[in-house]
């Protein structure tokens, strides 16, 4: 086993002993600004630094890679959702934690569920890990639609997990988006892809989907 499988490891075991009194700690601590008042794309421009240590199908690659892939792969696919196109820069928005020195524990991996939830009272009704997906969505909701925050916000749980959870709106969210953009995220990582994309484009999309900057 490398080195980069045994961290990968190493940080997965931790992550899946944070408890629900480290979540509550998580979200006090970030409910301060850890960037100040910043553009949308300059986050995004930091994703260039943030390598995922835990990521065994982008290996060193950079986020910023990894939106990219994502947004070559829709192209290829024929999707003009600005929704989806939106998702794919966003999502792991969060991980610029990393570069502000949080450990990896608390930023990647999956978002596993803690607390029982009711079934078909929404996601709301459960308790997560504290992740890139939750750091997020509480910059982002309020300044995009109600589905594209929370798809940010539960990309990566276990949907066998939580489907029953979902209310109706959740299950609506899920087939139209979330389930479509999973597989992008999924299906199109390589260490070995450096897709040529038009950012200029896709920086029009976000300066004008956030024409003011955000409390990061």
Same mark, same amino acid.
């Given at each position: 086993?490398?080195?980069?499988?045994?961290?990968?490891? !190493?940080?997965?075991?931790? %992550?899946?002993?944070?408890?629900?009194?480290?979540?509550?700690?998580?979200?006090? !601590?970030?409910?301060?600004?850890?960037?100040? +008042?910043?553009?949308?794309? $300059?986050?995004?421009?930091?994703?260039?630094?943030?390598?995922?240590?835990?990521? +065994?199908?982008?290996?060193? &690659?950079?986020?910023?890679?990894?939106?990219?892939? #994502?947004?070559?792969?829709?192209?290829?696919?024929?999707?003009? *959702?600005? *929704?989806?196109?939106?998702?794919? #820069?966003? @999502?792991?928005?969060?991980?610029?934690?990393?570069?502000? &020195?949080?450990?990896?524990?608390?930023?990647?991996?999956?978002?596993? !569920?803690?607390? %029982? &939830?009711?079934?078909?009272?929404?996601? *709301? =009704?459960?308790?997560?890990?504290?992740? @890139? &997906?939750?750091? #997020?969505?509480? !910059?982002? +909701?309020? @300044?995009?639609? *109600?589905?594209?925050?929370?798809?940010?916000?539960? @990309?990566?749980?276990?949907? =066998?997990?939580?489907?029953?959870?979902?209310?109706?709106?959740?299950?609506?969210?899920?087939?139209?988006?979330?389930?479509?953009? %999973?597989?992008? $995220?999924? $299906?199109?990582?390589?260490?070995?892809?450096?897709?040529?994309?038009?950012?200029?484009?896709?920086?029009?999309?976000?300066?004008?989907?956030?024409?003011?900057?955000?409390?990061?």
């Amino acid at each position: 086993m490398g080195e980069f499988e045994r961290d990968a490891e !190493r940080i997965i075991a931790a %992550r899946n002993r944070e408890t629900a009194e480290t979540v509550s700690a998580l979200k006090a !601590r970030y409910e301060s600004a850890v960037y100040g +008042r910043v553009r949308v794309w $300059d986050m995004v421009e930091k994703l260039s630094l943030c390598i995922d240590p835990t990521d +065994r199908r982008l290996f060193c &690659g950079s986020q910023l890679v990894h939106l990219q892939q #994502i947004l070559a792969a829709m192209e290829r696919n024929g999707v003009t *959702d600005p *929704d989806m196109h939106v998702l794919a #820069i966003v @999502h792991d928005l969060g991980k610029v934690l990393l570069a502000a &020195g949080e450990a990896p524990e608390h930023v990647v991996g999956g978002t596993r !569920r803690i607390s %029982r &939830g009711v079934e078909g009272e929404g996601l *709301d =009704s459960a308790l997560f890990q504290f992740g @890139h &997906g939750e750091f #997020i969505y509480s !910059r982002l +909701r309020g @300044h995009v639609p *109600d589905h594209v925050a929370w798809v940010a916000r539960y @990309h990566n749980v276990s949907m =066998s997990d939580v489907e029953r959870l979902m209310n109706a709106q959740e299950r609506e969210w899920a087939e139209k988006y979330l389930k479509p953009f %999973r597989r992008f $995220d999924a $299906d199109f990582v390589s260490p070995y892809f450096l897709p040529k994309i038009d950012l200029a484009h896709y920086r029009d999309l976000i300066e004008r989907t956030f024409p003011t900057p955000l409390l990061v």
